[in-house]
């Protein structure tokens, strides 16, 4: 159910800014724990990990956005590569990183 969530995630992150996709997950995330029983821990840190890598690291969110802006970057290529280095961030930011903090904390 962790790597659902960071799909989740990161497809709703993609369009949308981070606080506003918080905002949509939140009732998601809760109702998910509670009906798989699972610690909140090892739903949550996925889906907030899924935002935030796809608001740091891929356009056309502001922070990547005023990057292209002040190294005259292609768009395109920018975005590619922001996605190839999201996709294993979000994996150890995510579902691994979960499952050690749940261990640690439950």
């Known amino acids: 159910m962790p790597w659902a969530m960071v799909l989740i995630a990161a497809v709703i992150g993609l369009p949308i800014f981070f606080e506003v996709g918080i905002v949509l997950l939140i009732p998601v995330v809760l109702m ?14 996925p889906a907030l990990a899924g935002l935030s890598v796809m608001h740091g690291l891929v356009p056309p969110h502001p922070g990547p956005l005023v990057a292209v802006d002040a190294l005259h970057a292609n768009l ?8 190839i280095v ?3 961030s979000v994996i150890v930011a995510g579902p691994l990183f979960a ?4 261990r640690c904390v439950d």
Not at 99 to 102: D, V
């Open 32 to 45: 998910v724990a509670k009906r798989g029983n699972y610690s909140l821990m090892r739903i949550g840190i």
């Open 99 to 102: 499952r050690y903090a749940a």
């Open 76 to 83: 395109g290529i920018t975005l590619a590569l922001g996605i």
């Open 86 to 88: 999201a996709i294993p």
